[in-house]
Nanobody, 120 residues
Framework: QVQLVESGGGLVQPGGSLRLSCAASIFIFSRYDMSWYRQPPGKERELVARITSTGGSTSYAESVKGRFTISRDNAQNTVYLQMNSLKPEDTAVYYC?????????????WGQGTQVTVSS
């Protein structure tokens, strides 16, 4: 049974910061690449950031480069998204995802999401 639980969302003013956490219940968490996605109101879900299983490589959407940082702690089975210089257009539900890895994990799994609202 795979379970992902996001936390850390909330209301923040423009220019502020938040750190999202995603705690994973999964056997050998360090096997898997992890991602953060977001879904703004009325829009489709989009990839925000991705990190490889060891944390050795990361990638970001252009819209968040230089402002967001993805990281992970494999000892704690947790992936993080540090969000700085937040803008109103960052308002969205943020989801973490563990990526499928055959033969260990046959499909992607998603968390339930955490709301981030950037507003004055």
């Amino acid at each position: 049974q795979v379970q992902l639980v996001e936390s850390g969302g909330g209301l923040v003013q423009p220019g502020g910061s938040l750190r999202l956490s995603c705690a994973a219940s999964i056997f050998i968490f360090s096997r898997y690449d992890m991602s953060w996605y977001r879904q703004p109101p009325g829009k489709e879900r989009e990839l925000v950031a991705r990190i490889t299983s060891t944390g050795g490589s990361t990638s970001y959407a252009e819209s968040v480069k230089g402002r967001f940082t993805i990281s992970r702690d494999n000892a704690q089975n947790t992936v993080y998204l540090q969000m700085n210089s937040l803008k109103p257009e960052d308002t969205a539900v943020y989801y973490c995802k563990v990526e499928r890895k055959v033969p260990y994990l046959s499909r992607d799994y998603w968390g339930q999401g955490t709301q981030v609202t950037v507003s004055s």
